[in-house]
C-alpha cells in the first residue's frame, strides 16, 4: 500500500491547520488506498535552514534534517495541508522544503489548503511551481476550505461540507493512481 505524508505547513499560535489536517487524515484512512502518517511542522520543529552542504548534495550533517529526509523518502505521496498568510504560502513550509532536494521528485502532491474567500488557493498556485522545480508531480484536483473557521465547532474541531468531503476523495482517488506508478521512478539516487 503506498505511503501517504501528510505535511501540517503551520505553525502559528493558534492555527487550524492540525485540526484541518486530522479531518484529512481520518479521510484518507477511511479511503483505504494508503498507509497514512502525518507530520506536523510545529512538532519537526526544523530551525531555519542551517545545512552547509547544498540539500542536491544530500550530505546532511544534522540529525533534523536526516530525520526529515527520512519521513519524505519513504512517503510515495505527499499532502500539504496549508493556510493562506498574505496570498501566498508560509515561511516555515518553504523553509521545510528547502531543506532537501532529491527526496522530492516523481511524488505525486496534493493540496488540502485554507483561509478565507480564496480558501487558500492563492497561496497553492503560489506553491505549485516549487514543488514542480523540484520534480514532484503537483495535482490539478486539490481541496480548498473558504471560511474555514465557519467550520469549526465549540471545541474548535473541523466539520468539512460535501463538497470538501468530495473535493478530498476526488484528490485521494488520483494521488492512489498515481503513487504505486510514480514510486518507480523515484528514489534517494535520483
Do not use: C
Not at 505535511?7 to 489536517?21: D, H, K, L, N
Not at 512538532?43 to 542551517?50: A, N, R
Amino acid at each position: 500500500m503506498p505511503r501517504l505524508e501528510i505535511i501540517i505547513a503551520s505553525t502559528r499560535p493558534g492555527r487550524v491547520g492540525r485540526t484541518v489536517g486530522d479531518w484529512f487524515a481520518e479521510a484518507a484512512r477511511e479511503h483505504g488506498g494508503f498507509d497514512v502518517h502525518v507530520t506536523d511542522l510545529a512538532e519537526l520543529d526544523l530551525p531555519f535552514h542551517d545545512e552547509p552542504h547544498h540539500p542536491a548534495q544530500h550530505n546532511y550533517v544534522h540529525d533534523h534534517t536526516k530525520r526529515w529526509s527520512e519521513i519524505i523518502t519513504a512517503a510515495d505521496a505527499v499532502v500539504f495541508v496549508m493556510p493562506e498568510y498574505n496570498f501566498s504560502f508560509s515561511g516555515v513550509l518553504k523553509n521545510a522544503v528547502d531543506f532537501l532536494y532529491r527526496e522530492w521528485a516523481y511524488k505525486p502532491v496534493g493540496f488540502v489548503s485554507y483561509g478565507g474567500a480564496s480558501g487558500g488557493m492563492r497561496a497553492v498556485h503560489a506553491f505549485r511551481p516549487v514543488m514542480s522545480t523540484l520534480r514532484a508531480y503537483p495535482l490539478a484536483a486539490s481541496v480548498a476550505i473558504p471560511f474555514v473557521r465557519n467550520h469549526l465547532d465549540e471545541n474548535g474541531v473541523f466539520s468539512a461540507t460535501s463538497e470538501v468531503e468530495g473535493a478530498a476523495k476526488t484528490m485521494l482517488d488520483e494521488l492512489a493512481k498515481l503513487a504505486p506508478v510514480m514510486a518507480q521512478l523515484h528514489s534517494p539516487a535520483q
